[in-house]
Structures are given as structure tokens and as C-alpha cells.
């Protein structure tokens, strides 16, 4: 596989940014942009386009081995490209118990597009990186697997990761918001912004991990830090998939004032977290704010 393979899919770059009028923002000088990263691909929408593709590229058509839950859309993603570009994909799902239950909708759309899954115990999951428990995975999928980490965060994911900063850079933001799992779009989008403008993390899971985990990620893809960026992590209302009313709520009224489909797990959280720091003052008057919407919500399922 080469860059000419996957520019064949047609992303759509740079992604679009709109304005949202709101005035939980405007009543402060802020002005809320949303950076439309759901747009780039039906398949490989938002950061899975932008941290997958530089990955797919290295593997250079090898079969490709990832790691993810039950509803990820790391592995949804991966299963559809290997399906768009010709190449076996494997998925190591935490949860062994789920291998006896009929699949949840991402599982099945997983299994439809040709990935073979592999369901493990959870203390299994947490050793993935051991060489060990990694060699024992391989020896599951085909020969000369090509492995992308969990959530595809890594270096070359991290520097995909920096186009999205450079884009909006070009398109004006002054601050650049985006949901965090794993870190990877963090570290590249802080980087990509590049001096005068800083990038915000909203953690969607419990921890406190994320600032080493950004750290990490940027010293092997630069070699040291790069960019202006910072964490708020008030806003994983306890945990990964946690969804309570308070946030339905928020994400529903939401959609109703700018008529957009408004997934729950990243981005419905990253936009709750954005409404306190604008009433606390965190963004000075004047500021164009741009959320990055990294995904839409799956049919069926708000959150997935």
C-alpha cells in the first residue's frame, strides 16, 4: 500500500469548519467554530482517518492487527479500510465474555467487513504491550501482521494528527478543542498549531494518565514537546461510555440548536466541557474557539 492507494478513498481535506452561534459562548466574546473532522470519510471519519492512514501507509498492505472494546470505532474503522483497500485485519476485543453473546452493532459491522476477532480477559487486554502476550496474539492473526495500538496511537499517528493543527492554523482558531482517549490527536494537534495558539484536551475516561500518555507520544514523534496544549479533566462524567442524563441532555439540546448529530462518548462530552471554562473566563474575549468533532453517532447507538 502507498500514499497513492489511500488518497484513492477521496478524503475530504481539509475538513470543514463551521460556525455555531450559541449563546452560552457569544455572551462571553467567544465565537464556538466546529471543525467538521466527521466529514472526512464515511468509513474513517474524524481522528480515525487522521491517525489511521499514516499507519495503513507503513503497512504497506500487510495484514494489520489492533486492539479496542466492544463499541470501538478504532476497530470499526480499521475493519472498513481493509475492507476499501484488500487486507486482512484482526481486532483483540476486551472481554472474553462477549464471545458468547450475539455481536453489539460495531462488533457485527466489524465481522461484516471481514475482521476476525479475538476476545480476551481483560487482564490479557492490560498486558497487550507485553512481547509476550503480544507474540501469543500474533500467532492468532495471519503472518507478518502489521500492529497498530489501541485507539492507532502512535508516532505516525501522532504526526498525521498535526495537519489537523496545521489546518486550523490556516482556517484561524485561536484555541482547538478535541476529546482525548489515548492522547495521539492531542499531541499532534498541539503541534500543528504551532506557536500563539494553544490546543485543550476533555479526558473522556477516569485517571489522570493522559498528561504522561500526550508527553510520551509527542517525544516519539518529535523528540520533545511541541505546542501549547493543557487538559481539563472535570468532564468524563466517570468514566468511558458513561452517559448520564445530564449529559443526554446537554447533547440533545444541542442538536436541536445547531442540528447536528451529536455523538455522546467524545464528542458530546468534549462540548459539555467547553460551556464551563467559557463561563469561568478561560477563553479571553475575542477568541475563535474550534471544537474538532472526531466522529458521528453510530445509528442505534448514540454513544458508540
Not at 499517528?157 to 482525548?180: F, I, M, N, S, Y
Not at 508527553?215 to 458513561?242: I, K, M, N, T, V
Amino acid at each position: 500500500m502507498n500514499a497513492l492507494d489511500l488518497s484513492r478513498l477521496r478524503p475530504r481535506l481539509p475538513s470543514p469548519l463551521e460556525p455555531a452561534e450559541d449563546e452560552r459562548f457569544t455572551r462571553h466574546g467567544v465565537r464556538l467554530l466546529l471543525k467538521r473532522d466527521d466529514l472526512i470519510h464515511p468509513d474513517l471519519p474524524g481522528n480515525k482517518w487522521r491517525k489511521l492512514a499514516p499507519s495503513l501507509a507503513a503497512a504497506a498492505g500487510r495484514p494489520v492487527l489492533t486492539f479496542g472494546g466492544a463499541y470501538s470505532n478504532h476497530l470499526r474503522a480499521t475493519a472498513a479500510a481493509g475492507r476499501l483497500l484488500g487486507f486482512p485485519t484482526t481486532g483483540v476485543v476486551r472481554g472474553e465474555e462477549l464471545a458468547g453473546r450475539p455481536p453489539n452493532p460495531s462488533l457485527a459491522a466489524c465481522a461484516a467487513d471481514g475482521m476476525r476477532l479475538l476476545y480476551v480477559d481483560r487482564a490479557t487486554y492490560r498486558a497487550k504491550d507485553d512481547p509476550a502476550v503480544l507474540e501469543r496474539l500474533l500467532r492468532q492473526a495471519p503472518p507478518d501482521s502489521f500492529v497498530v495500538p489501541e485507539g492507532g496511537s502512535n508516532a505516525l499517528a501522532v504526526r498525521g494528527c498535526a495537519g489537523l493543527g496545521r489546518e486550523l492554523r490556516a482556517q484561524g482558531a485561536d484555541v482547538a478543542a478535541v476529546a482525548c482517549g489515548t492522547g495521539g490527536t492531542l499531541a499532534g494537534l498541539a503541534a500543528g498549531l504551532g506557536a500563539g495558539r494553544r490546543a485543550l484536551g476533555v479526558p473522556v475516561l477516569r485517571g489522570g494518565f493522559l498528561g504522561g500518555a500526550v508527553r510520551d507520544l509527542q517525544e516519539a514523534a518529535f523528540g520533545g514537546p511541541a505546542g501549547d496544549w493543557s487538559l481539563d479533566e472535570r468532564f468524563h462524567f466517570g468514566g468511558y461510555a458513561r452517559v448520564p442524563p445530564e449529559l443526554e441532555a446537554f447533547a440533545q439540546d444541542f442538536e436541536a440548536r445547531h442540528g447536528l448529530a451529536i455523538e455522546r462518548i467524545y464528542v458530546a462530552k468534549l462540548l459539555y466541557g467547553l460551556v464551563a471554562p467559557a463561563r469561568e473566563g478561560a477563553f479571553p474575549p475575542g477568541t475563535a474557539l474550534a471544537a474538532v468533532i472526531t466522529g458521528r453517532p453510530e445509528p442505534g447507538r448514540a454513544g458508540a
